[in-house]
């Protein structure tokens, strides 16, 4: 397993663009990835009732186990509470681009993102199809476009790349994802999106999907709100010409390994992106009776605005995270638990079997003064073991959702 | 029903003072309720399962049905997470008062307010007891006085008192209570006691409590963090000389909306002195299927923090609204859906059966500017309702826990 420079067009026969298209005033706001031979097809999606447009769209494609050709991504508006106006306008982003490229609409995914309950500006977006498909980026530019157009107060372009080897035939897996607010684990939490050209049918790949996300996207969060329009969508082509992946085989671990990776690589981003954050938090609850128990306490602790602002205020309140760990709702006995924090300035313990441990406070300073901090919780009450990643409350984060939309 | 400005002794036979003893630096820290003659007691408790050791030690007193003569409430330390120590230390607490009143110390309630997992300074609260039994203040000041005491992040104290006729006889409720962080709907958020001269037995009184709760203290939201120390107690020790209350008569109505009101308004002060709270939020979701359905909802709302971002910011980003109701957990058409805004400067329609109205935003602005805001959402869906209320997240938010414990 390698880890490469490239974009979401890495796997052999997929293209890439993003452009700006008019939705936001000047940045990049319109994503296309295509492939040439049509895909299997894998998606996750939000759990919120609330569903903007292109969720109800893609899940219905899903249902209907089509198979795909291209996704075309707009970010400035979410198309989120926008009623039948909304669907339709889904459906003529999917009709405009498949017109385009000389596809079926049901052989496009369509994905929004941005503020909700505002209709799409659709001349703008049909416009804006038609010059992306005439797009002639480098192949080493357009992954970082597409990756920056699908952002929305996201600092930084998420994007990741690796191949490997299996059973000597080369396959590259390679994703883009966009946070930075509304992140919370609820399945398939924000907008990810995976390409490959691995060989591998659509069914196998939603149980590897589903298997994969719930140690990756749903436990992230960065403010406890799942969001209208999350998805995670997989597309695999099998252009590198390597043999079908079959489950069970030693083909399909090499493969899901691989694809794990990407997949907390891109979650990890997302955090590490999310709105105001100054801190990475890492939360890992271990030795637990079970690993549904363990994962609620992750939760907790990574979600807790009080944990949160602790850690932006670089204060050893562990108070605050056992506080957390105790409204859980997981059985536990307190009686029994470890607390230290680890980071690259050394490890401090803060609790140990449920007692306080006197701790030097100029120590656990210097501990929490590093950009990434690891919290580390030991049950003692068995031996299951859940991680989980958050990041802290700050003034920024106020800052930027108090005047988003205006 | 009239309202009073007494404290927390204005029902007969209760006295109350407030001190400062030296667990904070300067400010009161040491509050004191006591009672001629015993009182019935109903108590709820935080279902945090850290549970500081004032909750472990009430819960038992209640379990037994013992008969309470006094509280004793130090603030500045919430001696949560202080191990077997902690425990003798609240024993201690009930011992020293007891000692100093002449009571049993079974007869004495303890609670406990404060930064978390460091052990009581037990000399100086013993000292602070001793102090206090002699303490002559005048009964108009002790309400106060004990309102303060039992302050943390609090800006102001909370504190009412109303009387009531009874079938033509005159009875008092008092009550104070503290917030301001760690504030979240599980069962009895925060500290709150009440008092007052109706007889009444302590099977009812719990009953009522346990009631009345779930539409007050349940239904409010500051950050959505349950405190290890949570509770409200309720003392009644029958001075008044009126009869009985039993249930289903009209007195034990009268006295069950007397109260109601009384812990409503302390539940909302609570939220009006969230930490960092400039603007005060009612959400009222109606016409829905079921209650606990609603409630749900009213919950997502008020803990959402880009709901709160938004109050702060006066944007009227009604998406996050729906988004927020999506998220809850109730099963409901988000496309029945109708959403307000609701304050001294007039109401704005935002989403009428699902779809977005077109709005002025000057004039939604003019509404958002003021500090009370309501929030109807109708669902259409049903006749059942609830109200709850919850409080911006600010800057001053992110300040206060940043810091709080250095």
Aim: proline share 2%; aromatic share 6%; with cysteine.
């Amino acid at each position: 397993m390698e880890w490469m420079s490239q974009g979401i067009n890495a796997p052999k026969g997929f293209r890439c663009a993003g452009i700006h298209a008019g939705v936001k005033r000047k940045r990049k706001d319109l994503a296309m990835i295509t492939s040439e031979s049509s895909c299997s097809y894998a998606g996750v999606f939000t759990k919120n009732i609330v569903k903007a447009a292109p969720v109800i769209w893609n899940q219905q494609l899903l249902a209907n186990g089509n198979r795909i050709k291209g996704i075309i991504i707009n970010s400035g508006n979410a198309n989120a509470c926008t009623g039948e106006q909304g669907y339709s306008d889904t459906k003529d982003m999917a009709n405009e681009l498949a017109k385009n490229i000389n596809v079926s609409p049901d052989e496009i995914l369509v994905a929004s993102t941005g503020v909700i309950g505002v209709v799409l500006p659709m001349e703008t977006i049909r416009t804006g199809i038609r010059k992306i498909v005439e797009e002639k980026d480098s192949d080493e530019n357009c992954g970082k476009n597409a990756a920056e157009a699908i952002m929305t107060t996201d600092k930084f372009p998420k994007v990741k790349s690796l191949k490997l080897k299996i059973n000597d035939c080369e396959v590259i897996i390679a994703g883009m994802a966009k946070g930075s607010g509304m992140i919370h684990p609820n399945m398939g939490t924000m907008l990810s999106f995976i390409t490959t050209d691995a060989s591998i049918d659509s069914e196998l790949l939603n149980e590897l999907l589903k298997e994969v996300i719930n140690d990756t996207y749903n436990m992230i969060s960065v403010d406890g709100d799942t969001s209208t329009n999350d998805m995670v969508l997989v597309l695999a082509n099998g252009e590198s010409g390597c043999p079908s992946i079959v489950k069970g085989s030693k083909a399909y671990d090499d493969f899901k390994e691989a694809f794990y990776a990407i997949n907390e690589e891109l979650a990890t981003l997302i955090v590490k992106d999310g709105e105001g954050a100054t801190k990475f938090i890492e939360v890992v609850v271990s030795d637990m009776s079970s690993k549904e128990e363990a994962r609620k306490m992750v939760h907790a602790v990574i979600t807790s605005n009080l944990v949160k602002t602790a850690f932006f205020g670089e204060d050893a309140n562990w108070g605050r995270i056992l506080c957390a760990l105790g409204y859980s709702g997981a059985m536990f006995d307190p009686n029994k638990v470890d607390v230290k924090y680890i980071s690259d300035a050394g490890e401090i313990e803060l609790l140990r079997k449920g007692q306080p441990v006197l701790f030097d406070e100029e120590y656990a300073l210097a501990i929490l003064s590093e950009k990434e901090i690891k919290v580390s919780v030991v049950c003692h009450q068995g031996t299951e073991s859940a991680k989980g990643w958050g990041c802290d409350l700050s003034y920024d984060y106020v800052k930027i959702n108090g005047d988003y939309r205006t």
